[in-house]
């Protein structure tokens, strides 16, 4: 009988812990819409206020354009197919600069974590790079590689890669000694404890290197188009300052930041898979 309560009490325990579970899930579903539907609220307000002032001249609608002037011409820059090609350019040339940044730069942590020696021997050749103006190495690029897509991805990397290294190198030292010592107990290889301990642990701070690195690339590439390329949403933007095509200019940015919000929600799911499972 005493067994029957107990397995009556274990089950009225999971269904409330079950309710009470479904009731957060409710909770923050309705949240996370809410939120939606303010950030959508936000965005058309700023739009509309944009359009408004632009039309009773409130603003000097040559210089700061409108959202109708800007849409027009994205519309036509589609249409003649233009805009898919200066924007895949960009696109193409940001994904290779984000993905071999952290891939480099996670490789580089990776050797220095395993070869103390020489982490202290480029610690202070690291922090001097990453001090410098990497954008400024720009022209450096262009004339080592030739006025291309190359230049432009090595200026992107020249950005990521240094960035990359301090961050994760520095997650991988921060791993609890305590636990590093109980799995080195049990025999385990400087390997085993980098691939089982070091480089798990450290899932989080890679994915938000990640995310950093998103606005990093498209900074390293943008800058780069402005130097050198016939090609591009920067070509657009530098384009469009030298015929004084401010709509044009502010249609590349809004091109920009679309793409760099999809890049940076690509993370996000990625983050989902490798960090909240």
Do not use: C
């Not at 936000?42 to 509309?48: A, G, I, K, P, Q």
């Not at 000694?177 to 480089?199: C, E, N």
Request: charged share 15%; no cysteine; glycine share 8%.
């Amino acid at each position: 009988m005493e067994r029957h309560e107990v397995n009556e009490r274990a089950e009225d325990m999971h269904l409330l812990a079950a309710r009470v579970y479904e009731t957060f899930l409710r909770r923050e579903k309705r949240q996370s819409l809410f939120v939606r539907l303010t950030q959508g609220a936000l965005l058309l307000m700023f739009v509309l206020m944009w359009e408004i002032a632009a039309r009773l001249m409130w603003i000097d609608g040559l210089l700061f354009s409108s959202p109708s002037r800007i849409g027009t011409l994205l519309l036509e820059k589609t249409a003649d197919g233009s805009l898919l090609v200066h924007t895949g350019v960009t696109v193409w040339e940001t994904i290779v600069g984000f993905v071999l940044g952290t891939l480099v730069g996670t490789a580089i942590a990776a050797l220095l974590w395993f070869s103390p020696f020489l982490s202290r021997v480029l610690d202070p050749y690291i922090v001097v790079l990453n001090s410098l103006p990497k954008v400024a190495l720009g022209p450096l690029f262009i004339v080592a590689l030739g006025p291309g897509a190359l230049s432009i991805v090595a200026t992107t990397l020249s950005i990521t890669v240094i960035i990359t290294i301090l961050v994760v190198y520095n997650s991988f030292k921060e791993v609890d000694p305590q636990l590093l010592k109980v799995v080195q107990l049990f025999g385990a290889s400087r390997s085993t404890v980098f691939r089982k301990v070091i480089l798990p642990a450290s899932y989080p701070t890679i994915v938000s290197t990640l995310k950093v690195n998103v606005g990093l690339s498209w900074v390293g590439v943008i800058v780069g188009e402005f130097l050198v390329s016939k090609q591009g949403l920067g070509y657009l933007i530098i384009y469009g300052f030298q015929v004084f095509n401010f709509t044009l200019v502010i249609g590349s940015v809004v091109v920009i930041a679309i793409a760099a919000t999809l890049m940076y929600q690509a993370v996000s799911y990625l983050e989902g898979k490798l960090v909240r499972q």
